[in-house]
């Protein structure tokens, strides 16, 4: 069974860091896309970013520069380096199992709330 | 960038009624369109990917249709469980970028 457990969120200042890990079973985690998808309070879902299984990343076009998305396959675990954080950043950061041949996500985690506020 | 446009905003139907959910797109996504529930408090569940192909585990009351730019997700006979929000969603190709819907709540009336 496939699990995925987010981890790292919490209270952090505008202007500030946050490192968000996800760590991931029951899959040959090497062999799959892997994404981070976000929701702000009472908001809908919003793509952030994905990275392949050799690495090869994209960014949604708004959050370019900020975030860094990467992976270590030796300890099935994906990554979300945020840095100038920004109110807007806050919501619910999701990391999502891609489908392999369609355009999907079919397994996620249960989330991480990321918090930005002085 | 493509977008995905959600209707209604709200359906509001009573349990064993049909639901029928549109999502329209900005330009053509052939058939990468994916449809989740969510429901409050949890993680989005994927139940169609590629326009009409139903997920692991997802009843067949669910169906998915289109192609193009015009889609529809169908519950053919609601129960009580599937009052929630549904999101769709699509993939470019190249470059590999998602984009969901703004999401319809299905409450029940």
């Known amino acids: 069974e496939v699990h995925l457990l987010e981890s790292g969120g919490g209270l952090v200042q505008p202007g500030g860091s946050l490192r968000l890990s996800c760590a991931a079973s029951g899959f040959t985690f090497s062999n799959y896309a892997m994404s981070w998808v976000r929701q702000a309070p009472g908001k809908g879902l919003e793509w952030v970013s994905v990275?392949?299984?050799?690495?090869?990343?994209y960014y949604a076009d708004s959050l370019k520069g900020r975030f860094t998305i990467s992976r270590d396959n030796s300890k099935n675990t994906l990554y979300l380096q945020m840095n100038s954080l920004r109110a807007e950043d806050t919501a619910v950061y999701y990391c999502a199992k891609a489908n392999p041949t369609a355009g999907g996500f079919d397994s996620w985690g249960q989330g991480t709330l990321v918090t930005v506020s002085s | 960038e493509i977008v995905l446009t959600q209707s209604p905003a709200t359906l509001s139907l009573s349990p064993g009624e049909r639901a029928t959910l549109s999502c329209r797109a900005s330009q053509s996504v052939s058939s990468n369109l994916a449809w989740y529930q969510q429901k409050p408090g949890q993680a989005p569940r994927l139940l169609i990917y590629d326009a009409s192909n139903r997920a692991t585990g997802i009843p067949a009351r669910f169906s998915g249709s289109g192609s193009g730019a015009d889609f529809t997700l169908t519950i053919s006979s609601l129960e009580p469980e599937d009052f929630a929000v549904y999101y769709c969603?699509?993939?470019?190709?190249?470059?590999?970028?998602?984009?969901f819907g703004q999401g319809t709540k299905l409450e029940i009336k």
């Open positions: 990275i392949g299984g050799s690495g090869t990343t």
């Open positions: 969603q699509q993939r470019s190709n190249w470059p590999p970028e998602y984009t």
